[in-house]
């Protein structure tokens, strides 16, 4: 299994999360006029676990970024879905995942959307 397929059935999974936006959990982009609110992610860094020699670890132990974004028609129902996305990473059984960062991303009036993300250091055995 990739951290990819990890990632998502961690989220897709966990109830508290599925019970506000259903199955609509994306990599990278959701699909147009998706319904709201939704879910998407991604991974924005991967470090391999090196050993004292200075080579990648024969382990298959890395370090994995990941950044969870949440849209939806309020701020707090972005901050919900946030905080049901982060129980989720935290609560998986298949990685070790801790919140790095919180923020809020305001308004966008393009789409009409309030967005909250949350980042996550992951560690993962390939």
Not at 98 to 105: E, I, M, V
Request: proline share 3%; aromatic share 10%; hydrophobic share 40%.
């Amino acid at each position: 299994m990739s951290i990819d397929q990890a990632v998502y059935e961690t989220l897709g999974q966990y109830a508290g999360l599925s019970a506000l936006v259903g199955a609509r959990i994306y990599p990278e982009v959701a699909p147009q006029d998706v319904a709201r609110p939704y879910v998407v992610w991604q991974e924005i860094s991967r470090t391999p676990e090196g050993d004292l020699d200075g080579t990648v670890s024969s382990s298959g132990l890395e370090n994995v970024h990941v950044q969870v974004t949440c849209w939806a028609t309020t701020r707090l129902s972005a901050d919900a879905v946030r905080a049901q996305a982060r129980l989720a990473m935290e609560a998986a059984t298949q990685f070790k995942a801790f919140a790095s960062a919180l923020r809020s991303l305001g308004y966008e009036s393009d789409t009409k959307l309030h967005g909250a993300q949350a980042d996550f250091s992951i560690w993962w055995r390939s």
